[in-house]
């Protein structure tokens, strides 16, 4: 069973560019969610998306959005980015809600904006 | 907010000796306690959960106690190994609870010293 996948792995952006990242799920699972990673920050939670809505949403500045296809695969996009959005992007994904146990993580697409 | 504190940031101890990571919680309604292992390179994977209605569980060299009233939960590993080297979130969140937004602590580095 293929796990995770996030597309692309790395990208280097500018100060106010847009971009948006794709994540595919394990075949099966209608969760997706989306989390920041950064050092000394830990993760942190972005989104989730379940059966194509938004289920749930962290505090974070609406430059931060999200979608989920049919296929339950999920892009997420970052508008005029700011140099502190530099990070590891992860998505994880589940059969069910983020809230109903293991989350199944990708390998992250790393951003950096210059 | 809610928030989860974990402690210590990196952790190296001698190969075959015990490791120990602490984190707290501040949400009440938290009641389903994963803690997820990052290895280089690649997406947190989970290596055991625990549930508020438990106080202690195990799984071979890996457990993990839970104090519900002082909000603490703990990961040990028992003699360490050099796989056991990566970074070790706790992470805290309501189960089966949509309106849960899962909180991830700061991650632990843990070094083993052969």
């Known amino acids: 069973k293929a796990g995770v996948t996030q597309t692309p792995r790395y990208l280097i952006k500018t100060r106010g560019q847009q971009v948006t990242l794709s994540c595919s799920p394990i075949?099966?699972?209608?969760?997706v969610s989306w989390y920041q990673q950064t050092p000394g920050q830990g993760l942190q939670f972005l989104f989730e998306y379940f059966s194509e809505t938004q289920r749930n949403k962290g505090n974070f500045p609406g430059r931060f959005s999200g979608r989920q296809f049919s296929n339950s695969r999920s892009e997420m996009n970052v508008s005029t980015l700011e140099l502190g959005d530099s990070a590891l992007y992860l998505c994880?994904?589940?059969?069910?809600?983020?809230?109903?146990?293991?989350?199944?993580f990708g390998e992250g697409s790393r951003l950096t904006v210059l | 907010g809610e928030n989860v504190e974990q402690h210590p940031s990196t952790l190296s101890v001698q190969e075959g000796d015990s490791a120990v990571i602490k984190c707290t919680y501040s949400?009440?309604?938290?009641?389903?306690f994963p803690w997820y292992k990052q290895e280089l390179g690649k997406g947190p994977q989970l290596i055991i959960d625990?549930?508020?209605?438990?106080g202690e569980k195990k799984d071979q060299r890996i457990a993990v106690t839970l104090n519900k009233t002082a909000k603490h939960f703990s990961l040990h590993i028992t003699e360490t190994q050099p796989e056991d080297s990566a970074v070790y979130f706790c992470a805290a969140t309501g189960l089966y609870s949509s309106a849960s937004k899962i909180i991830f602590g700061s991650g632990t580095r843990l070094s083993i010293r052969p």
């Open positions: 994880a994904s589940s059969f069910g809600g983020a809230d109903t146990g293991e989350l199944f």
């Open positions: 949400d009440s309604a938290s009641n389903y």
């Open positions: 075949s099966g699972h209608r969760s």
């Open positions: 625990i549930r508020s209605n438990v």
